[in-house]
């Protein structure tokens, strides 16, 4: 309530000991004449203005499922294509050879007469159920990661490109024949990615989120080549997915660090 104006003159005529003395003693007094001593104080400088209260911070949305769209998208294709093979009788735990040529397996003599599109849908597919969870685990785990920082278009071209890049190391080192399925290569580009992206600090992170990741990222892949050295692991097709998503985030980091 504002003080009325004749109120406000007769207090203008008191002296600064007078006033406080009213502040001080809220409870004896008025409200209205409290608040007109508090009013002259302010007015004479003896104490400073109220600060207006904070304004409410904007509403942001929180992160949630959309930031990992593609990953859930891509990890849901991957199952997808495994129990449409299970659905047609395929062997869940362990598919015969001739069964993932049949689905599209990266297949030397097939990819030379010309079936490229199996460079790509070799991707998609997995030599079991162990196989799709393990790579079903690893793609979910470096894309909750990487796309908040790369964004959904980003993440799909470095998985696709990758991928692509690990089919072709494969066949590259395999020079008599392979027949070979799984996303790992695509996974490894995107743990490729981010190893480019935090060594070279384009998401702007603090220095030690940059660590972390970084560090966490080359335990992973470290960790992957250590335990799979068996018989059966096309390690060919995981180092040429690894190198095609280093190399491709490249572009993407100097243009990132460019905007700051």
Known sequence: MEPSSSLADAFARKTDAELLYLTQHPGAFQPALVEAAWAELRRRGQVPAPEPPPRPAPATAVPGLGSVAVTLSLAGLNLLVFLLMVASGVDALQPSGQDLIAWGSNFTPLVARGQWWRLLTACVLHGGVAHLLLNTYALLVIGALLEP?????RLLLAY?????????ASLYWHAGWV??????????GLYGAMLTLTATNAARLSRSARAALFVHTLYIVGANFATGLQPGIDHAAHIGGLLAGAVLAWPLSMGMRARG
């Open 179 to 188: 027949n070979s399925v799984g996303a790992s290569g695509a996974i490894f």
């Open 160 to 168: 696709l490109l990758s991928g692509l890049g690990g089919s072709l």
């Open 149 to 153: 920082l790369v964004g959904r278009t």
